[in-house]
């Protein structure tokens, strides 16, 4: 394993952008000033946190005034009385020109709280769920291995896609374009539960499709407040995860998601694993983000109904801390699935620990 310190010495180097000191160098778009500010953090020691859908719904409450609503709301700051510094969103949806996306979030209100997190000094991150083009079906729908040939060039579905990718820069041109963005498209690739995924399409498709979707939305659109992740899925290894790498032109993060499962096993065993497998994935990722210059986050993670009673500050937090990683984002509590949350909410029996895990030197909330 590359030692931390050294990695972020050899590191702050590599990613100074001009010949001065990194600290004096103007930032040029609002996409250098949020990756300054992402590799700050991985320079200190810092691990932002992040919770899908924060403050649009939560474990017992859902926004339903989306032109009004004041955006106060939040399940973490019920519990710990900060704000998590990443909002993470989905643009699920949006492709089709609907007015809600797949969790029923209506795109206005996610705007209004994009720009809100924003100002009170948050990130937002965007991941997209669309539906399957050729089949109709839903991003889960893997009945064909045809789908991502069908968007690419020469493709049947090409021009419809296209339209797709305009909804989908017309939504993140209106956050404003001076409001820097994380996009993290196509994630989960190596698993074959997206229609985009390993056996759905070859490595080549896959990245083409990556590659088309950058060169639209840099290139045809001009869209410069955008940081771009790539994220693979769960236990795998370095070289299943470089299998599909679209380039060092097309990524600004290396990400990956990883989820604690409980399975057969026990509580306890569960956590050990999810430790274990945590620790492993991210010695690699550091790695690969030192040799390829790149920032590195966990851009998926948690644990379903958190049933380990000190799951952050026992599990999480020491399998994360030796590492650079710049965020981690849980996924969402889900207000009409009473056992589908991945934060504490208020009344909930562990959340104490959760507050705890907010209150740590290494992690940062939003005061």
């Not at 990194?22 to 020691?45: C, I, Q, S, W």
């Not at 840099?218 to 299998?243: A, F, Q, V």
């Not at 009673?309 to 849980?330: G, M």
Request: net charge negative; hydrophobic share 35%.
């Amino acid at each position: 394993m590359i030692r931390k310190n050294a990695y972020l010495s050899l590191l702050a180097v590599a990613m100074c952008v001009g010949c001065g000191p990194r600290d004096k160098k103007p930032m040029e778009t609002p996409k250098d000033e949020l990756v300054h500010r992402l590799f700050t953090y991985a320079e200190e020691g810092k691990i932002a946190y992040g919770h899908q859908d924060d403050l649009f719904y939560g474990h017992n409450w859902l926004v339903t005034d989306a032109e009004n609503d004041p955006l106060e709301r939040s399940d973490v700051k019920d519990v710990t009385g900060k704000y998590p510094v990443i909002l993470g969103c989905d643009l699920g949806g949006i492709e089709l020109g609907a007015d809600e996306n797949l969790d029923g979030v209506p795109f206005d209100l996610m705007r209004r709280a994009a720009q809100k997190q924003v100002e009170r000094g948050g990130i937002v991150t965007f991941s997209w769920h669309p539906r399957n083009p050729l089949t109709g079906g839903d991003a889960w729908d893997v009945s064909s291995d045809q789908v991502v040939k069908s968007i690419l060039k020469g493709g049947e579905k090409e021009r419809e896609f296209r339209t797709w990718l305009s909804r989908v820069a017309d939504f993140l041109e209106s956050i404003g374009p001076d409001v820097p963005v994380v996009f993290r498209p196509w994630h989960e690739n190596i698993g074959s539960w997206f229609w985009w995924g390993g056996k759905l399409c070859s490595a080549q498709e896959y990245q083409e499709l990556y590659r088309h979707t950058w060169l639209y939305l840099t290139k045809d659109r001009g869209l410069t407040n955008i940081l771009w992740c790539y994220s693979p899925n769960g236990d795998i290894k370095p070289e299943e995860y470089m299998s599909r790498y679209p380039g060092d032109e097309f990524v600004d993060i290396l990400g990956v998601d990883s989820y604690e499962y409980v399975g057969n096993g026990t509580v306890a065993d569960a956590s050990a694993r999810f430790k274990g497998e945590l620790r492993r994935i991210l010695t690699f990722l550091t790695a690969l983000s030192y040799e390829h210059n790149k920032l590195m986050c966990l851009s998926e993670t948690g644990y379903e109904g958190i049933k380990y009673p000190t799951w952050w500050t026992e599990i999480l937090e020491p399998a994360v801390r030796e590492y650079p990683i710049s965020y981690l984002l849980t996924w969402r509590n889900a207000h009409d699935k009473p056992e589908h949350f991945y934060a504490a909410w208020k009344g909930f029996e562990y959340e104490a620990d959760m507050k705890a895990f907010s209150e740590l030197d290494n992690i940062l909330f939003l005061d």
